[in-house]
C-alpha cells in the first residue's frame, strides 16, 4: 500500500545551530513517505549547506510567512507540514499526523509544543507553554491539507511573527473545515533565553498584529491578554513551582509592555 507523501516545509534564517537537529528529527520519522522542504532566507552561516544533505532547498525572502508560502507552492506531498528550524519532532508526529487527517477527515491538525532549554528565563518559558497543551485558542494548527491550504492562500504575508500562526488555522475553521490533534509532541528548542530576547522579539512580532486583530477580534480578545483562561487552569501546576511562576509572571508582564509598545509606534507610523 502506497503511503500519501508529505512534505515538512522549514523556513531558515541563520540557523545552522539548530537546523542539523530538526532535520535528522524529520528523517527518523516512522513515517516513511517524506519529502523536505527548507526555504532559506539568505543565511549567511552554512544553514543552506547543512540543509542541502537532507532537503530541497529553495532562497526566498523577506519573512516566514513568504518562505511557508513558497516551500508550500514547491511541495509534492498531499498534506504539508510547516515547523520551525529550531523545532524537534518527537518519532511519531507524522505518523499520528497523517492518521488525524485522513481518518477523521479534518483539514488541519494541532502538534502539542513542549519548550526546552537552558536557564533560569527558558524554564520559565518551558512553564508557560506547559498550560497551553490542548488549548485551541493558543495552539495553532502545523499540518494542512494542501489542496486547502492553497485554497485559503496559505499565511498571510502582511503578518509576521505568531500572528500568521492563528490566522490560517482561523480561516481554516471559518471556512467550515475541521481541526484534529495529536498526541506526540515537537520540543522547541528555545536555546537559552534571556528576557531582554523575549521583549524584543514581542515588540518586533506586535509591528504587525494590528492586522490579526482586526481579521479576527472574537478570538484575538482571547488570545492578546495578560491573563489567559489557561493559567488559571493550571493553578495546581503553577503553585508547584513558585520560582518559576513567579520569574514566568514578570517575563509576561515584561513582554506584554514590548508588544503594546510595539503596537502603539506602529499605529503612529501607519
Not at 534564517?13 to 527548507?38: F, G, R
Amino acid at each position: 500500500m502506497n503511503e500519501d507523501l508529505v512534505s515538512v516545509i522549514i523556513p531558515t534564517k541563520n540557523s545552522a545551530e539548530t537546523i542539523e537537529l530538526c532535520l535528522k528529527s524529520i528523517k527518523d520519522q516512522t513515517y516513511p513517505a517524506i519529502e523536505i522542504i527548507v526555504v532559506d532566507n539568505y543565511s549567511d552561516d552554512e544553514t543552506a549547506d547543512i540543509a542541502r544533505k537532507y532537503a530541497r532547498v529553495f532562497l526566498k525572502g523577506p519573512e516566514r510567512s513568504t518562505q511557508r508560502n513558497h516551500g508550500a507552492e514547491n511541495a509534492k506531498g498531499k498534506y504539508v507540514v510547516i515547523i520551525d528550524s529550531d523545532m524537534e519532532l518527537t518519532p511519531n508526529v507524522i505518523k499520528e499526523c497523517v492518521q488525524e487527517i485522513s481518518k477523521k477527515a479534518v483539514a488541519a491538525v494541532i502538534i502539542p509544543e513542549i519548550s526546552v532549554g537552558e536557564g533560569f528565563w527558558t524554564k520559565c518559558k518551558a512553564l508557560e507553554r506547559s498550560c497551553y497543551i490542548g488549548d485551541d485558542t493558543i495552539e495553532a494548527a502545523r499540518v494542512f491539507d494542501k489542496n486547502i491550504f492553497m485554497e485559503m492562500g496559505g499565511y498571510d504575508e502582511d503578518i509576521a511573527g505568531g500572528g500568521e500562526d492563528w490566522d490560517l488555522p482561523q480561516r481554516v475553521k471559518k471556512a467550515g473545515y475541521g481541526t484534529g490533534r495529536i498526541e506526540s509532541l515537537i520540543k522547541h528548542h528555545e536555546g537559552r533565553l534571556s528576557l531582554i530576547k523575549t521583549m524584543k522579539k514581542k515588540y518586533y512580532y506586535a509591528k504587525t498584529i494590528r492586522k490579526y486583530i482586526k481579521k479576527h477580534p472574537d478570538m484575538a480578545s482571547k488570545q492578546i491578554v495578560l491573563i489567559r483562561p489557561a493559567y488559571i487552569r493550571h493553578w495546581k501546576r503553577l503553585a508547584c513551582d513558585p520560582v518559576h511562576t513567579t520569574g514566568f509572571i514578570f517575563m509576561k508582564c515584561c513582554e506584554f509592555a514590548a508588544g503594546g509598545t510595539g503596537i502603539v509606534i506602529s499605529s503612529v507610523k501607519a
